[in-house]
């Protein structure tokens, strides 16, 4: 399951707005498309793309060192991180 799959429709935006701030041109192709059309519109060239070069951003380590929880891209902290240091 991807992790884009997982995440409300608001996440999903702002997640692939912060990803395509500086993505390649293939894939910043390919954001605009899913913004524009959804995961359904895409090719199956596309797809592959996306589920391996893009999808994989949409979580990042948390900055707390000792925290092995990830966090939603472009944030800091993991959501209980956020809560205890936010």
């Keep these: 399951m991807l992790i884009y799959e997982r995440l409300s429709d608001e996440q999903r935006e702002e997640g692939l707005n912060e990803i395509l701030e500086n993505a390649q041109d293939r894939e ?13 519109g895409l090719t199956p060239r596309q797809a592959w793309v996306f589920a391996n070069n893009i999808d ?14 990830p966090a939603f891209v472009g944030r800091e902290f993991c959501d209980v991180c956020e809560i205890k240091f936010g």
């Design 56 to 69: 994989p951003l949409f979580e990042e380590g948390c900055s707390i060192k000792s925290c092995t929880r």
């Design 28 to 40: 910043a192709g390919v954001i605009r498309q899913v913004l524009d059309r959804g995961l359904e």
